[in-house]
């Protein structure tokens, strides 16, 4: 499991090294790792390291320092390095050993035309970005917000760009704890991060500005700090996969009811049992409609379909709400769901059913449009473009507020317990953002809600608090739905309806140990 501390505990385990003199040893192990990313990625671009060319972005801070012992190793091996000074400050023993490798600087106060200088960034191989780091508030200013403006203008998106940026801990612009983003920013290829992972590295446009995430061991004792995000790795899904064994039987390897489904939208119930039987489960009872019943059956005859209560369909775990749209049959059976005391996904049209309070085994899935309208029900003002601002804050509030587990979808899902443990999850293709994506992630999530639900070990498999062992089970959701996704897309465009295929090959390859396909 990945666990990013907040920067302020960071700092505070680093205090004891640097008392006791070990400050140089610190920074010289972070700028070895930075320069090993920074050898890694030209490499796997196919550029040569001699005859390459580099720009260090230095700051006042440590940071800045980093980066300048990393860009003297990337001199070394033959890189053709400028450091561009972004302050008046910047560490001195770190810029003497840069120009004594035979590197070149300017500072930009100096007169110099940061846009001349951003394009040059922008043309070379690699840029190392040092501005800021985790003693900054996030938001750039001065020289150096001018200097990021002019890159991201000349420079155009990550993908476009010919040069590889690498953020040195975290990208400059970033907030370190929220990964909130209210100015520039340079989207980072990869960000090699020192210590512990940030949780800004893991929450919203933070997680989209970081790119692929490296973390540097310093040696911190970070033992008795509570890490403020956890990003659950394959191995701790995997410990989560239930694999059947020669004494199961169909109820004995889960149950899942769903309530899912109407005449104006009956697909989203077909697809959400679709991904529930991928997952792996013992059997699927449906209640709804018996034209949406069809329909399923169609897709999978194995489902057993009934238009009864919730009551009469025993199960183990249910999912509601999908596609169940001006159906009071629909509405009914999700009020019953909810009430019932067991593992309950509550997505789309059964969000508004849900009581004032409930328990962490009820585990909402909204899209931040619909967590806006859930927390506008309870008396907190939140749009849309806030909630996806801040999603851990806003998650985390709703959470508290209803005492259900709330997975927020996006990008980046985040996962928030009511207990306060936060995860994120950022394994999601883009070609998933289509209509339909979010109905099999419910049905993921319920399969393993309806299989967790009498396994009394598999909190302490996974490593988290037995109250925390629903927003861990939403958080493996959104990882082998995300990974399905990025799988599908090897393909071309994702078709949501084709999934299955995909989230039984991610599950095999997970109980298996393999390797996942990742999208390039």
Not at 167 to 178: E, K, N, R
Not at 349 to 375: F, N, W, Y
Request: aromatic share 4%; glycine share 14%; net charge negative.
């Amino acid at each position: 499991m990945l666990e990013a501390f907040s920067g302020g505990d960071v700092r505070a385990a680093e205090a004891p090294l640097i008392d006791a003199g070990q400050g140089d040893a610190l920074m010289q192990r972070a700028a070895h790792g930075l320069f090993g990313v920074a050898l890694g990625l030209l490499r796997e671009a196919g550029r040569s390291t001699y005859g390459a060319t580099a720009v260090v972005l230095a700051g006042s801070g440590n940071n800045g320092a980093d980066a300048l012992y990393a860009g003297e190793r990337l001199v070394r091996r033959g890189v053709g390095a400028t450091a561009v000074l972004l302050s008046d400050r910047v560490h001195t023993a770190s810029l003497d050993a840069f120009l004594r490798a035979g590197g070149t600087s300017v500072r930009l106060d100096d007169g110099a035309d940061a846009e001349a200088l951003a394009r040059h960034a922008a043309s070379a191989d690699l840029v190392l970005d040092g501005i800021i780091g985790t003693g900054s508030g996030g938001n750039l200013r001065g020289t150096a917000r001018s200097f990021v403006e002019a890159f991201t203008t000349v420079a155009g998106p990550r993908g476009r760009r010919t040069a590889l940026v690498i953020a040195c801990d975290l990208p400059s612009g970033i907030g370190v704890d929220t990964g909130r983003v209210d100015g520039p920013v340079i989207a980072a290829d990869a960000t090699v991060t020192f210590g512990a992972a940030k949780p800004g590295l893991l929450l919203g446009d933070g997680a989209l500005a970081a790119g692929e995430l490296n973390v540097v061991d310093l040696g911190l004792d970070l033992s008795a700090l509570t890490p403020a995000v956890r990003s659950l790795l394959d191995a701790d899904v995997a410990a989560l996969l239930r694999r059947p064994t020669a004494q199961d039987h169909k109820y004995s390897r889960g149950v899942l009811g769903v309530a899912a489904g109407s005449a104006r939208y009956p697909g989203a119930a077909a697809l959400a049992v679709g991904a529930a039987l991928a997952t792996g489960l013992g059997m699927v009872r449906y209640l709804g409609p018996d034209a949406v019943a069809a329909l399923v059956h169609q897709r999978n005859p194995e489902v057993v379909a009934s238009g009864g209560s919730v009551g009469e369909a025993r199960s183990q775990a249910w999912l509601v709400g999908p596609g169940a749209v001006d159906d009071e049959d629909q509405r009914v059976r999700a009020v019953e769901a909810i009430a019932a005391g067991l593992p309950v996904v509550v997505d789309a049209g059964a969000l508004s059913e849900v009581p004032e309070r409930v328990g962490p085994q009820v585990i909402l899935t909204p899209h931040a449009g619909e967590l806006s309208q859930l927390l506008a029900g309870r008396g907190v003002d939140a749009d849309r473009a806030a909630i996806e601002a801040e999603p851990a804050h806003y998650a985390l509030r709703a959470a508290e507020m209803t005492g259900a587990t709330v997975l927020l979808k996006g990008f980046t899902t985040v996962v928030a317990a009511p207990s306060g443990t936060l995860f994120a999850q950022t394994d999601a293709s883009p070609w998933l953002s289509t209509a339909g994506s979010g109905d099999t992630l419910a049905g993921i999530i319920g399969a393993l809600a309806a299989t967790l639900a009498e396994d009394d070990g598999a909190a302490g498999r996974v490593g988290v608090a037995q109250e925390d062992l629903w927003a861990a089970a939403a958080a493996a959701g959104a990882l082998l739905h995300g990974r399905a996704g990025q799988r599908a897309a090897l393909r071309g465009p994702v078709v949501v309806s084709t999934l299955p295929s995909d989230i039984g090959a991610v599950v095999a390859d997970l109980l298996e140990g393999r390797r996942l396909a990742a999208v390039p």
